[in-house]
């Protein structure tokens, strides 16, 4: 972005000022002006000093987003692991709500990292939604609820010592897995699972595409948003429909790599049943696929 300076007028300053009236900042009488001239490069500094970020009055790439993590309210986007790791005060909040209420995050940092991800998947559970560690609507709605429980009280998490991600990404590790797209709602499902993976644990060995990647694979998995047609060499298939329990789709996954021809890479076609365009459904798709793939990798022999 263009740097937004002193003197200047605006849209982009209106933008600015309106966003540093929610965070209580002081604009003088004028308020909302357009103009980035007093009270408003005031408080511009006054929110770097605060945040240890350069005075200078300025508002470049880093102030920007500052601002903007700042005035993220919890319920103003969707929330989930990935990587880039989300972050902002909605984070804040959630981790702050989710501590309170006895689901540890760990420390309040306003990162939503893998410790975050298993609470709010056993928050979920506790209140009778999907497990899938995405904070929408229906989770946001749930956590509003118990407002008068969480709000303004001591969010100090204990140890992490006996906490661990929501998934078990040592499969990962000892095990290569590549996810081979066969069409474009399947490649973004594949992304999101590769993605997850790596957000759960760096170290994990799971690839998107195929060619070059799939020298020294353990696992190919296939992916189709519609069933393949015949020519399969003796491949198996698993379908991957949103609702499945994650210990059956498992226990599926299990078959398949018993049952595949096991002259390496084992190659199973997976089939992602009714995931259609939104971001939600696809993201619960990627979790549910490598929440199932992590369990039978566990497993393997």
């Given at each position: ?129 999907p497990r899938d560690g995405i904070v929408g609507p229906e989770t ?162």
């Amino acid at each position: 972005m263009k740097p937004i300076l002193p003197g200047e007028r605006g849209p982009a300053v209106e933008d600015v000022q309106r966003r540093l009236l929610v965070l209580g900042y002081d604009l003088g009488p004028t308020g909302v002006d357009g103009v980035f001239f007093g009270k408003t490069r005031d408080a511009v500094e006054c929110f770097q000093r605060e945040h240890g970020l350069t005075e200078d009055g300025v508002v470049g790439i880093q102030t920007w987003a500052a601002i903007v993590d700042a005035t993220f309210a919890l319920g103003d986007r969707m929330l989930y692991l990935r990587l880039p790791h989300f972050h902002g005060n909605d984070v804040r909040v959630l981790q702050e709500a989710l501590n309170t209420l006895g689901f540890s995050c760990g420390a309040v940092d306003g990162i939503f990292g893998s410790f975050t991800e298993r609470a709010v998947r056993e928050f979920q559970r506790s209140s009778g939604q999907p497990r899938d560690g995405i904070v929408g609507p229906e989770t946001v709605r749930a956590l509003s609820q118990l407002r008068h429980v969480w709000e303004g009280k001591d969010s100090t998490a204990p140890e992490l010592a006996h906490t661990a991600p929501a998934r078990t990404p040592e499969a990962l590790t000892r095990r290569a897995v590549a996810f081979v797209p066969r069409d474009p709602v399947a490649s973004d499902v594949a992304e999101r699972a590769v993605n997850l993976a790596l957000a759960t644990d760096p170290e994990a060995r799971a690839y998107l595409g195929g060619g070059e990647r799939l020298a020294g694979t353990d696992v190919v998995l296939e992916v189709h948003s519609v069933e393949p047609g015949d020519g399969d060499g003796g491949q198996p298939l698993v379908t991957v429909a949103l609702g499945d329990r994650t210990d059956e789709l498992a226990g599926r996954f299990s078959v398949a790599l018993k049952l595949a021809p096991q002259d390496p890479p084992v190659t199973i076609r997976v089939v992602l049943s009714g995931v259609g365009s939104g971001e939600r459904a696809r993201q619960s798709a990627a979790v549910l696929l490598l929440d199932a793939v992590c369990r039978a990798l566990a497993l393997w022999q």
